[in-house]
């Protein structure tokens, strides 16, 4: 069964510290692995990997995937209060043509 | 804001009813996927439309079905409804019939059943 693991469910961190979110997954036929955000609503879209060790960068936002090892991270360094948010990964399972969610890490920065 | 627009934005109804989601894509996208998302079981993938065809098919109950129209909306429709059913159900869509390009969320429908 496909399966995609997220860690750790939930981080507290204060302004200004940098969070490593770990992404590992199990699926048949790995084509792409996303990055999103969720803050109250609709996922809104971060990184689309698709080769290992190239880092994909946005701001202070950066994602990197190891398809040997099966895992991506991504890192926010000099977090602010807006970070604070739902952080889903995905991988598409080429296999089953879907795009299989793990459970998401729940960033929480406080001032 | 994604461009995808579902209604209604909220939806309160009883068990054993029927109820139809409502979902037009970002100009311009052929795919539509419907995911429901629970607080025990994260966003779980239902079903994929592609230029009106069903391309692929998720964890979808035989209650609940879909389909999507020339115009390239779509509607899920839920029927004979459970307490757990009640989720927030989220419309995304995409350029091609493949995940080549990102998915873009519409900002969901909650769907309580009491």
């Known amino acids: 069964e496909d399966k995609v693991v997220q860690s750790p469910l939930s981080l507290v961190v204060h302004e200004g510290d940098t969070v490593t979110l770990n992404c590992s997954y199990e699926?048949?036929?790995?084509?792409?692995l996303l990055w999103y955000k969720q803050e109250k609503k609709a996922p809104t879209f971060l990184f689309m990997l698709?080769?290992?060790?190239i880092e994909k960068k946005s701001g202070r936002l950066s994602s990197i995937l190891d398809k040997k090892e099966l895992f991506s991270i991504l890192n926010i360094t000099a977090t602010q209060t807006g970070d604070s948010a739902v952080y889903l990964c995905?991988?598409?399972?080429?296999?089953?043509?879907?795009?299989?969610f793990g459970q998401g890490t729940r960033l929480t920065i406080n001032p | 804001d994604s461009g995808v627009t579902q209604t209604p934005k909220h939806l309160i109804t009883a068990t054993g009813q029927r109820v139809t989601l409502r979902c037009s894509p970002r100009?311009?996208?052929?795919?539509v996927y419907w995911y429901q998302q629970s607080l025990d079981q994260g966003l779980q993938f239902l079903i994929q439309?592609?230029?009106?065809?069903?391309?692929a098919k998720g964890n979808i109950l035989e209650r609940f079905s879909a389909q999507q129209f020339p115009d390239l909306h779509s509607e899920l429709n839920l029927s004979s409804l459970e307490l757990g059913d009640s989720a927030l159900y989220f419309c995304?869509?995409?350029?091609?019939?493949?995940?080549?390009?990102?998915?873009?969320f519409g900002n969901g429908t909650r769907l309580t059943v009491t």
């Open positions: 699926v048949t036929n790995f084509r792409s």
């Open positions: 995905a991988v598409e399972a080429g296999g089953a043509q879907k795009l299989v």
């Open positions: 995304a869509s995409s350029v091609g019939e493949f995940y080549n390009s990102p998915l873009h």
């Open positions: 100009s311009g996208d052929l795919s």
């Open positions: 439309y592609y230029n009106g065809e069903e391309r």
């Open positions: 698709t080769s290992s060790g």
